[in-house]
């Protein structure tokens, strides 16, 4: 292990329901360890600005259930220039801080390795994001939260669509993956999931036309993925205005409900123990790894395999979803 005394903490881009769960399970492992903890406010913005607190045992009590994240997060933007990561060091080693676990997405842990590599600090991550879009890992912090909310909303919507029998679009976040939409496209027993991995390969809209909505049902609960680029639920909505007039198609977009909320006891149990292992993983000298969950086992992922984006939806969820609503 490399001479760590003092970890810091912090929590990036967007946040996550169990964030809390693992800044917790990483302070009071680090206690239990020996090592002073520190807290960096409001991500990468906090150590550029220099915002750090001691964090002690209790400074992590009482917030396992809490959503969001007591650390705050922020998108900071500069991050991505060397001065500015340069002065974000400066005021880590002032803080007498040794190594680092961030817990956010993708963008986090892209800077957290570009920062890691100029300036040879240990440094591992957690997989903080709803969206399950991290390679290497089978699921991320928040993910399972997000999914029983949105199952809860789609729940309540369906009695609209079928009283009405309408045809609703739901929304979804996801950034540019459909792990979200599929997953709670199962979950809720809607009729399609509309994704963007399918998107350069069939014409997602017109295949639930023609091929099931338009044969047996009178109502129906299509998941879509947020996508700027085709405009998403409103876009797919428009084109069944034009294309398809007899459908009284209606859009429900779920957006931030999806971030917030107390965390699942599989997001809390999830956080403990990649918290737990993060720290592990500094004692035995890893660095530059993100800790991930492969058939219930902890692995080490590096963070370039991490944020490659290519981990691919389960062709067969898709497939599974298409049987179960005939
Ligand atoms: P989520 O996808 O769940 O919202 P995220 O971590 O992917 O989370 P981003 O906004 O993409 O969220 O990234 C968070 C922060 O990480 C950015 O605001 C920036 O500070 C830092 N970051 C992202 N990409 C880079 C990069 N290429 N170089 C340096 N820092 C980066």
Redesign the pocket.
Known sequence: MANIKCIGILT???D?PGMNAAIRAVTRTAIYHNFAVKGIMR???GLVCNEIVDFHSQSVSNIIQQGGTILKT????E??SPEV?RKAYDNLRAAGIDALVVI????????AS??AEEFNIPIVGLP????N?LGGTDATIGFDTALNTIMDAVDKLRDTASSHERLFFVEVMG?TAGYLALNSAIASGSEAAIIPEMETEVDQLAELINQGFRKSKNSAIVIVAENPETGGATGLAERIKKEFPEYDARVTILGHIQRGGSPTAIDRILASRMGQAAIEALMEGQRNVMIGVENGRIVYVPFTKAVKHNKGINRDDLNLVKILSI
């Open positions: 990036s881009g967007g996550a991500g990468y913005k922020a998108r900071c933007k991050f991505s990561r956010g997405g993708d963008g986090s842990l892209t800077g570009i920062f903080g994001t709803i969206d879009d950034h």
